[in-house]
């Protein structure tokens, strides 16, 4: 909650080499994630009847908050709370996906790992313009296949993140200009499927109108 404060990288800016650079991660955490949080705090300088709201409450309730700050929130409160989980979503050299009920849910889907990621690289490929692609879990354990436009979030659907992928081009544009496809590809390289594990074991939990 407010004041909100840069979360710290997991790891060094270089350990996602030779997938990310560690420009790219340097100017995408330290600049792009700072610039969200200066002004989501910003939005709520002069609202203090908002600053003890945990941020999944702000996003959950966006039509609710005061009209001037609705915006501002949508889009750097979502900058915030999509950034830190794709950081954390992220290892060095990637975590694989166990034996267990992530990966049985995955396969009951779409039949495997590799079914699965072609999907959501085509969901990736198709987000127009700045955007998001999610892997998101209802509150029954299904799976799907989600997307976002801006920094808009999975909260107001009520749905578990279990990865998400930026792609907007200040995610790979340094190291891969105009090269969508092969920035996902490498992507896929650095997921930390443990921790896509433990998100998707909070899906019977979730419930963001209660937060
Ligand atoms: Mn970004």
Request: proline share 8%; net charge negative.
């Amino acid at each position: 909650m407010y004041p909100f404060t840069l979360k710290p990288l997991p790891y060094g800016y270089d350990a996602l080499e030779p997938h990310i650079d560690a420009k790219t991660m340097e100017i995408h955490h330290g600049k792009h994630l700072q610039t969200y949080v200066d002004n989501l705090n910003k939005a709520l300088e002069n609202k203090p009847e908002y600053q003890d709201w945990p941020l999944p409450r702000l996003l959950f309730n966006l039509d609710k908050l005061p009209q001037d700050i609705q915006t501002p929130v949508r889009n750097h409160g979502g900058g915030v709370y999509n950034h830190n989980l794709f950081f954390e979503i992220m290892a060095e050299n990637g975590r694989p996906l166990g034996d267990g009920p992530l990966k049985a849910a995955i396969e009951k889907v779409w039949g495997s790992l590799e079914a699965f990621l072609a999907e959501f690289k085509a969901a990736g490929l198709s987000v127009f313009g700045s955007g998001w692609a999610w892997l998101v879990s209802d509150n029954q354990g299904n799976l799907s296949i989600y997307k976002t436009p801006n920094q808009d979030t999975q909260i107001p659907a009520n749905l578990t993140p279990v990865i998400n992928l930026d792609v907007w081009e200040h995610a790979y544009y340094l190291l891969r200009q105009n090269r969508r496809p092969e920035y996902i590809d490498n992507f896929f390289n650095v997921i930390n499927w443990e921790k896509a594990e433990e998100y998707y074991a909070k899906y019977p939990e979730t419930d963001f109108s209660k937060v």
